[in-house]
């Protein structure tokens, strides 16, 4: 079974371009399979869309952490990851 890592970001002034997501929550210690960001900029617009793009590519396992980009590779996290299902 795939693990599977949703990063929303919130909008922050000044937010990175182009945010790595898989390189951002390696420093955080949630192991993933996939990672998908939502952010109004880049990825997908809704947590819904990420979490049903994630379970039609096998992730049995998904978390969702809110953020903070605080450049290209690394997250602020504003609280613990949830479990969405898994």
């Known amino acids: 079974m795939k693990d599977g890592l949703i990063v929303y970001l919130v909008n922050a002034p000044g937010m990175p371009e ?3 997501a898989p390189a951002a929550v390696k420093d955080l210690g949630y192991p993933a399979d996939r990672v998908e960001v939502v952010a109004p900029d880049q990825g ?3 947590v819904e869309d990420a979490w049903h793009f994630l379970l039609t590519r096998g992730c049995g ?6 953020g903070e980009a605080q450049g290209p590779e690394h997250l602020r996290p504003l609280g613990p990851a949830v ?3 898994g």
Do not use: G, K, P, S
Not at 61 to 66: E, S, Y
């Open 44 to 46: 997908f617009f809704t």
């Open 61 to 66: 396992r998904i978390r969702l952490v809110v």
């Open 18 to 20: 182009e945010f790595n």
């Open 83 to 85: 479990r969405l299902c």
